[in-house]
């Protein structure tokens, strides 16, 4: 494959492209339907793809440029999605068994809002049922394997979104975050992901998880491609309730200000045992580069850590249970062809479309929400959510951004952490608080591993402040440019 082939540019080197009038919307999109043909058998980052419907998209972009009507800069890009969003008349399994044959009958908001944007909407990318996990092994239809090495997961549970960026299979792609599910499948697969603030892109047409946690975010190999595509996909939706009623800034044109240096804090609990070597050594360059451009760095504290993996998975899990009641054999689902009554349509239905991590957290889930333990745990975390919540409070009193890597180790093999739901759960130590304090964070490569595996740090900003947090991200990006490196595939 030629060095100049679409495939190998970024979205923003491929919007500047089609404005210049040297490559087609079909030309960009012909050579991505060639590259996963070429390479998704070994990766499997999508669970479908609608060639025909992807290269009509591209036809109508190029025929609207040649009637110099143009949309937006993203006209003519493709933008693949993780199966838990929705696109009308597309499948959305959601990775699991249970919505085998479901279809959308609407686009979600941030769909609506990139088709008016002119970008072509293609694929269905791979996942964590549910988006349950942190490696794609719990996927119904076989896991994603990561680009820089087959044996080794992508992460997850956004693992088909974050590898098929990597292998260069679709410049741009949208994920989910409930836990670290953009930010920790970015880092394992060497690309750029981002959560924004809780509030800041709509969940309409997003199959919940857990709804006061998710939030939908970008996949790109450079943190300008990913302010490019968060601009369209933000914004107040009167469809989702807790989205917020604020003016979406231009983040593109505001990465080009130059930006001031900053402060960096870095929390004492996050740099303790367990992180790898080779982790913690490339975060230690991440830092000597943000000093070496004038930025200072601080030590800073966020005593409640240690609460954030245990009081994540007692409101994760309730929020799951009510959210997947509604997979019942009865709509969306299919049915069990065993089901004899009514209580078997529920229970058998469930109980052969559901996988074992999702009955997991059911079971979880329904039990910290029992009237006898509903104080016990439910309410605890709620409370212990809080205090989360003012432990980084205090820190942005101090500090503009909190620098820390974004997993503690680089991708792991298949198998190692899946027969241990514990192990698997630790993976997401360093971005489940965020999540949990409703505030946006970004995963930017930031080296590779001895073994020739992608590193990632992760930047957390303060509510509301993408701006300022991709203009730092950037700061390091735009010098170091690791998401452009390909894997050999
Ligand atoms: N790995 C975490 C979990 O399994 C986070 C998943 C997510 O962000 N969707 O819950």
Redesign the pocket.
């Known amino acids: 494959m030629s060095n100049n082939s679409p495939i190998f540019k970024t979205a923003t080197e491929l919007s500047q492209d089609l404005q210049g009038g040297t490559v087609t919307s079909v030309d960009i999109t012909q050579a991505m339907i060639d590259r996963i043909d070429a390479v998704d058998e070994q990766v499997h980052a999508f669970l479908h793809i609608d060639k025909e419907d992807a290269l009509d998209q591209a036809k109508a972009s190029d025929d609207r440029r040649a009637k110099g009507e143009s949309l937006s800069p993203l006209d003519g890009v493709p933008v693949g999605m993780k199966d838990v969003i929705a696109v009308k008349d597309q499948p959305l399994t959601a990775a699991s068994k249970i919505l085998e044959n479901y279809r959308s009958p609407y686009d979600a908001t941030v769909v609506r809002k990139l088709k008016d944007a002119g970008a072509v909407v293609a694929g269905r990318l791979n996942l964590?049922e549910f988006?349950?996990?942190?490696s794609t092994e719990n996927s119904a239809y076989g896991p994603t394997r990561n680009p820089w090495n087959l044996e080794c997961v992508p992460g997850?549970?956004?693992g088909g979104s974050s590898a098929a960026v990597a292998a260069r299979e679709v410049p741009l792609t949208l994920g989910?975050?409930?836990?670290?599910?953009?930010r920790?499948p970015a880092s394992l697969c060497g690309v750029v992901g981002m959560k924004p603030t809780y509030g800041m892109v709509s969940r309409y047409g997003l199959a919940a998880?857990?709804s006061s946690?998710?939030q939908i975010g970008p996949f790109s190999t450079t943190v300008e491609d990913a302010a490019l595509l968060l601009e369209i996909i933000s914004g107040h939706d009167s469809l989702d309730s807790t989205s917020y009623p604020t003016e979406v800034p231009n983040y593109s044109a505001e990465l080009k200000n130059s930006s001031e240096p900053k402060v960096l804090g870095l929390p004492k609990e996050f740099f303790g045992p367990g992180m790898d070597d080779e982790v913690r050594a490339s975060i230690d360059q991440v830092i000597e580069y943000y000093r070496s451009i004038g930025y200072q760095t601080k030590e800073v504290s966020l005593p409640t850590t240690d609460l954030s993996i245990p009081v994540?998975?007692v409101i994760?899990t309730a929020e799951a249970s009510s959210n997947l009641a509604r997979y019942d054999g009865i709509r969306y689902t299919s049915r069990s062809e065993r089901a004899e009554n009514a209580i078997d349509v529920y229970a058998k239905s469930r109980g052969e479309g559901f996988g074992a991590?999702v009955k997991r957290?059911c079971i979880l889930g329904a039990y910290a929400l029992s009237s006898g333990y509903y104080d016990a745990y439910y309410l605890r975390a709620q409370k212990a959510r809080t205090l989360i919540r003012q432990d980084f409070e205090k820190v942005f009193a101090e500090v503009d951004a909190i620098l820390t890597p974004t997993s503690p180790t680089p991708a792991f093999k298949f198998g190692e952490k899946s027969e241990d739901p514990i192990s698997?759960?630790l993976?997401?130590v360093y971005?489940?608080s965020t999540?949990l304090a409703g505030l946006p964070g970004i995963s930017v490569p930031c080296g590779l591993s001895s073994s020739g595996l992608p590193i990632g740090m992760q930047l957390i900003g303060k509510a509301f402040d993408e701006s300022n947090l991709l203009q730092i991200a950037n700061a390091y990006d735009r010098e170091h440019l690791h998401g452009r490196q390909v894997p050999n595939l």
């Open positions: 964590d988006a349950m996990g942190s997850g549970s956004s989910s975050d409930t836990g670290g599910s953009i920790q998880f857990a946690l998710d994540y998975y994760a991590e957290r698997m759960y993976s997401d971005t489940i999540n």
